[in-house]
């Protein structure tokens, strides 16, 4: 069993949202052979809880505008560390860089088959670690 095209479709447009917000390290799974709940998953993560609301938010919108999909659920939206948004064909999981990092999704989700995203999300891998090392770099220099 695979992803729908329908949960493909869904997946497209989050990501491309994501990275419109200016997402980090976004990435999509097809886990529809290892749990019936859901076909997909897409990942993606901002260096602070604004951005990850911000980030939330778009996806959200576009998803209703475009495909004319509502989240069936919305968890974790006050404290903007690690929001979740289940459409029930796909699931959205937006995540401070800091807890992704801790939580380490893509560790789970690995053996599973990456969808193909659009060259704007493809283009966010590696972008949390850039920032980290760009704004460590800046704080350490602060402090010297």
Known sequence: MTATDRSIELITAAAQ???DKLAHDIIAYDVSDVLAITDAFL?????????VKAIVDEVEERLQK???AKPVRREGERE???????YVDIV??????E??????????WKDCPEIELPKDAVAT???A???AKQHGAEADGELS
């Open 129 to 131: 670690a850039e920032y």
């Open 125 to 127: 891998r590696g972008k």
């Open 43 to 51: 990942l993606a993560s901002a260096p602070n809880d604004r951005q």
């Open 66 to 68: 475009e495909l004319g």
């Open 80 to 86: 903007g560390r690690w929001v979740l948004l289940d």
């Open 92 to 97: 959205v999981h937006v995540q401070h860089a």
């Open 17 to 19: 949202a994501a990275a």
């Open 99 to 108: 807890e992704r990092v801790f939580y380490a999704l893509e560790r789970l």
